[in-house]
């Protein structure tokens, strides 16, 4: 069993960054796929960002550029840098994990075993 718990969200104006941080519990953190998912008020979730276990990252189009995510596998720990932030982007952020995920597959939310009980986030305007 594996536990994830999200921090680091909160209250941000347009144009300003966050960085959100997802403590994962387990001795085998690094070879999992972390990703980073999404939900606004009457939204489905949505795809953010994975890293997977050999640290290869993919991003969504709408936060390529903008969204950077990392791992460090000593803290069992990934994160997800949000820069240039606007208002699309308020949503409860999740993190979520899977021991294997095909490449094919990483947007897909039943894919992943595990979450988080997410964050909030919210972009003022």
């Known amino acids: 069993q594996v536990q994830l718990v999200e921090s680091g969200g909160g209250l941000v104006q347009a144009g300003g960054s966050l960085r959100l941080s997802c403590a994962a519990s387990g001795r085998t953190f690094s070879m999992y796929d972390m990703g980073w998912f999404r939900q606004a008020p009457g939204k489905e979730r949505e795809f953010v960002a994975v890293?997977?276990?050999?640290?290869?990252?993919y991003y969504a189009d709408s936060v390529k550029g903008r969204f950077t995510i990392s791992r460090d596998n000593a803290k069992n720990t990934v994160y997800l840098l949000m820069n240039a932030l606007n208002a699309e982007d308020t949503a409860v952020y999740y993190c979520?994990?899977?021991?294997?995920?095909?490449?094919?597959?990483?947007?897909?939310?039943?894919?992943?075993?595990?979450w988080g009980q997410g964050t909030q986030v919210t972009v003022s305007s």
């Open positions: 890293i997977n276990w050999s640290d290869r990252t």
């Open positions: 979520a994990s899977d021991p294997y995920i095909a490449s094919s597959k990483y947007a897909v939310t039943s894919e992943y075993r595990y």
